[in-house]
């Protein structure tokens, strides 16, 4: 047999953690790594934090699994609690963040249903978009990578470039049911949406009877210094999906939605059979009450503007490699580099040579996401191993 037991569709590096603590990974050698990806901005409290692990264990000791066909005290408190700290009025719990992303496909479509217009069923979304790697999530981008030798795929989805306004709205049409966005690209570049596009799309869904759809999954639940990214915007959306950094490391996701939004969404329609069980239920509440510590969001975003400063600084002093300007907002930075240098190469030098985990991004970006937790040691840490990094590094003909 030459496949491997574990299916092959990662290329997995040399880097084999089995430990984990604070903003730090340990290999089956010893070696030790400075997280700086974060289970790609999953692990928000770092590895090991104990409030989350304390939670998970009394949990599973009490009750890890029952049906949603019984009531759930668990996740009704843990869902009052996200619609008091955001725009919902209703929660969708699911194991991931692809999941979340199909409930909010699904809401989108459910709503124009119910109204009357079933042929209300397009969402415009945007070019360069992650939003998960079920068949719905991938037929919401225009990545050939992400879509190649899964045709057909579904339709009801048409693109427009990231941050032009213009060719969104030009897109309408009487079958637009909404637009679908990540209010700041991951996976893409690590593009943050401007604040003029993102007001338009608003507007646009308001005078148009649509719906605006957030895809928070990676850039929403306190990476960026608030809550959730719109936040920075002066807007609500009316369906959001998040998921990473919610659990903490444990599997969990939710769609949030208005209660307008969700009105198609009654028995039936949806369903799960692990999303919001009593176990991801208290690592949620877990996670959850570190972030709304006082001066929780306050630190994260100094940290964001102590990280963004040192890059800027340090840029200068390769600017052989580096593209001036750092991407992102918060705790979720973007560096891009110079042709011909390629990120995943880079980000592979960094790891391999300098015990630094970062990830690469589309437009040859390096995404930086640490824990939010990370403190000021951690900052200068990585800024000093990032530019003996970018001092040893020598592009090679196949980068």
Known sequence: ???????????????RPVRGEGCYLYGERGEEYLDFAAGIAVNALGHGHPALTKAIAEQAATLMHVS????????????????????????????????????????????????????????????????GRTMGAISATNQAKMRDGFEPLLPGFAYAPFNDLDAALALIDDSTAGFMVETVQGEGGVTAASTEFIQGLRRAADDHGLLLVLDEVQCGYGRTGRMFAYEHYGITPDIMSVAKGIGGGFPLGACLATE????????????????????????????????????????????????????????????DLFVPGIRG???????????????????????????????????????????????????????????????????????
Do not use: W
């Open 68 to 131: 949603n066909l019984y009531g759930s005290p668990q996740g009704e408190r843990f869902a009052q609690r996200l619609v008091d700290a955001s725009f919902a009025d209703t929660v969708f719990f699911t194991n991931s963040g692809t999941e979340a992303v199909e409930c909010a496909i699904k809401t989108a479509r459910r709503f124009h249903h119910v109204e009357g217009n079933p042929q209300r069923h397009t969402l415009i979304t945007f070019n360069n978009a992650f939003h």
């Open 260 to 319: 307008r939004a969700a009105k198609g969404m009654v028995f039936g329609t949806h369903g799960s059979t692990y999303g919001g069980n009593p176990l991801a239920m208290a690592a949620g509440e877990a996670v959850l009450d570190v972030i709304q510590g006082d001066g929780f969001l306050d630190h994260v975003a100094q940290m964001g503007e102590r990280l963004r400063a040192a890059l800027e600084q340090m840029i200068p002093n390769h600017d």
């Open 1 to 15: 047999m030459s496949i491997p037991a574990l299916m092959p569709v990662y290329p997995r590096c040399d880097v």
């Open 329 to 399: 907002k918060g705790l979720m930075l973007g560096v891009q580099l110079k042709a011909p240098a390629d990120a995943r190469a880079f980000v592979a030098h960094l790891r391999d040579r300098h015990g630094l985990l970062t990830v690469s991004a589309g437009e040859n970006v390096v995404r930086v996401l640490p824990p939010l937790v990370i403190e000021e040691r951690h900052v200068e840490e990585f800024v000093q191993k990032m530019s003996d990094g970018a001092r040893a590094y020598v592009p090679v003909a196949d980068d």
